[in-house]
């Protein structure tokens, strides 16, 4: 079974500094990753996933996630966060062999001040 | 990608009551999922379901419950039966769309059980 954990439940920032929310996860086999962004009263939005290939990605809103096999880590980062960044993030891993099932971490809020 | 649609947004039920949500989907698709977020917390799926079989649902949920219906490849219901207060939280419907991966969310729907 795969288990996904977000250490910081909260991460305060002021405005155009870097921020880096930290997901780790467990699994048996091999995974799919993602993040997820959830903004008030809204659903979930994918702002970026690892699937295969090179272990930066990049996804919207600046965003970018480095994929570290050794330490089973998927940390999300941005160099410069805006007041529009405030939102909820969410980690989730799929297995490649049933990529249909998602499994999410905790989540973390971001919190954006100016 | 796909546009989910659920319905309602939200709703405040009296306990005993039960409320039955709608996910439209504007593709077909083989399954569909069903997600609770309660306060605070992450999302749990609480089951899958299959257009023309039962659905299958993940540990902790059951059909008495949570009973499902997959008349077609585009529609579903979840109905929240005999609610309490603890049933208060965000239902959420998903979907994944062939092998790629990814899966689009509703925008949920936030149930309140006074």
């Known amino acids: 079974a795969q288990s996904v954990t977000q250490l910081d439940s909260q991460v305060p920032v002021f405005e155009e500094a870097p921020v880096e929310l930290r997901c780790n996860y467990s699994?048996?086999?091999?995974?799919?990753l993602f993040w997820y962004v959830q903004y008030p009263n809204q659903g979930l939005q994918l702002l970026l996933k690892?699937?295969?290939?090179?272990?930066l990605v990049k996804g919207i809103n600046g965003f970018e996630a480095e994929f570290n096999k050794s330490q089973t880590s998927f940390h999300l980062r941005k160099p410069s966060v805006h007041i529009s960044d405030t939102a909820e993030y969410f980690c989730a891993v799929s297995d490649r062999e049933d990529f249909n099932k998602f499994y999410f971490g905790s989540g973390t809020k971001l919190n954006v001040k100016p | 990608s796909a546009v989910i649609s659920q319905k309602p947004s939200r709703d405040i039920c009296q306990r005993g009551t039960s409320l039955t949500i709608q996910c439209q989907v504007d593709s077909q698709v083989t399954m569909m999922f069903w997600y609770r977020q309660q306060p605070g917390q992450s999302l749990t799926l609480i089951a899958t379901?299959?257009?023309?079989?039962?659905?299958?649902?993940e540990s902790g949920f059951v059909i008495d419950k949570f009973p499902i219906s997959r008349p077609n490849l585009t529609f579903s219901t979840l109905t929240v039966s005999n609610m309490s207060p603890e049933d208060s939280s965000i239902y959420l419907c998903?979907?994944?769309?062939?092998?790629?991966?990814?899966?689009?969310f509703g925008q949920g729907t936030r149930l309140t059980v006074v």
């Open positions: 690892y699937l295969s290939g090179s272990t």
């Open positions: 998903s979907v994944v769309l062939g092998t790629n991966t990814e899966a689009f």
């Open positions: 699994s048996s086999v091999s995974v799919y």
């Open positions: 379901a299959n257009q023309g079989s039962e659905a299958t649902y």
